[in-house]
């Protein structure tokens, strides 16, 4: 069990979730304050309000919960996820024991690239040099943010959801209700689109499911867009689903890999992802799994496993035996990460000479 307490503050769903649930499996005492209570609203006008002010009345309470909580919990280890509600004035009120530590962690790019992001994370972006311990998943940042001289800086990958286990069997039934010879999970970018769209001119079957996707082309992937989300066990039926399941990576957020490049493995199904350095340090190309650059070989790729079914599961079978052996379930990277909070405490902590 780790020595430390964690006050664990972020918005209490999918890969957060995870990550949570992770740390307290591995024996870590820990409490969170859910974001989520306070961002979400069944009226969507005044959800929207809240997402693009930080300033509703509802940002304040969590902002506040976070301060009652940090006083009664009195933990060793701040995780934040994200941050982009939590107010300046918060983290320094945060930062007046010295001997806790302050984590940021983000699965996004952390930069203010575009103008909105730049005002939606602007607290943010006033405070990232506050924290003692930079995590991120996105492998530029690491660079960058050792450039900017943070002291603690470490790349804790995405990971595959250890709760989600795949059924005996998949129902005929379910197959051709959510699954296609090609199928892709995720949201809309227009980069993503663009491969989408190539797909459906070479004649080849396709799903689409994910947000966002109302800003497709409806004249050429009507067919193909889905426009809802699958969760949980729908999501893992759904996946088990296509023949050739797609790992398209945010162009948008700079991305090497996304949470489907370890969990389409994991549950035993076959994947074709986009060609990285990150992608092929993970798994064998050709392997353990299959991978393309550009629409032109994404077409002949997928046409070639098309054809080719025992190819697929062979191929399959070998990407899930290597996210067993590798460890590339979310546990495991909450496991890698904790060594170095009990370092930084330690040093945090030790007697001035």
Known sequence: MAEF????????????EMRRDSFESLGVPI????????????NPLYAKLTYWSNRTPPIFAFNREILARNESFRPDVIWIEKGVNVFPRT?????????????YHNTDDWRGDTQARAWKWRFLLKSIRDYDVHVTSNFHNVREFREEGFPHVHHMELASDPGLRPPAEISEEDRRKLGAPVGFIGHWEPYTEGLMQRLVEAGI?????????????ATRLADACQHRFVWGDEYVRTALSFDIHLGI?????????????????????????????LVTRYFDEGTEIACFEGADELVEKCRYYLERPDERRRIAAAGQRRCQVSGYSETDRVREVIPLLERVLAERRA???
């Not at 396709?206 to 497709?216: D, F, M, N, P, Q």
């Open 205 to 217: 079957g396709l799903k689409i499911y994910g947000g966002g996707w109302e800003h497709a082309d």
């Open 31 to 42: 409490e969170t304050v859910n974001e989520g209570r306070y961002t979400s609203s069944s």
């Open 91 to 103: 983290i320094r009120a945060l930062k007046r024991d010295p001997s806790r530590i302050l984590v």
């Open 249 to 277: 990576i945010s162009s948008q957020n700079r991305s090497h890999t996304a949470t489907r490049t370890f969990q389409v493995p994991a549950l035993g199904a076959f994947m074709l992802h986009q060609r990285n350095e």
């Open 5 to 16: 307490r964690v006050l664990f503050v972020g918005n209490i769903s999918q890969t957060t």
């Open 351 to 353: 007697p001035v000479r």
